[in-house]
């Protein structure tokens, strides 16, 4: 009986411990070395109650560049203790690097403005960047 209860606890440590959830958001933006990391935001309810939102922008003031949300082997540990009633989680943000995309001087003229908010207008300033990034082969930037 007891070989039975150790066999089911060992089995059960393992389903949990094998499906370490991760999840990585990439923002398009170039990554730098600042990282900004929360090991326990508390979330609750088998995570219906997600945790409270990271604070970054006063450090990252070039706004992220990937975001990663991960469970791990302690977080899992302490959710299987609660009964999922408190599922923390580990969250990670890398901050962007300076080193952003601007307009040179000579791809000034790889802008399309919209001619006024209305959505007629829009799909019209949309049409002509993708016909001119598709002729130039480089991106075109649409304002609104």
Known sequence: MRHRVLAVLGLTLVVFSSACYHA???TGLPAGTDKVSKEWANGFLFGLIPPSTVETASQCKNGAAIVETQHS???MLASFIT???WT???IDVTC???NRMSLGPSEQGNEIRAKN???EALRTAIAEAAEASAQRHQPVI???
């Open 24 to 26: 990585t958001i990439t």
């Open 73 to 75: 082997f302690l977080n």
């Open 83 to 85: 009964f999922n009633l």
């Open 88 to 90: 923390p989680m580990q």
């Open 96 to 98: 962007a690097s300076s």
């Open 117 to 119: 908010g209305s959505p």
């Open 142 to 144: 649409v304002r609104f």
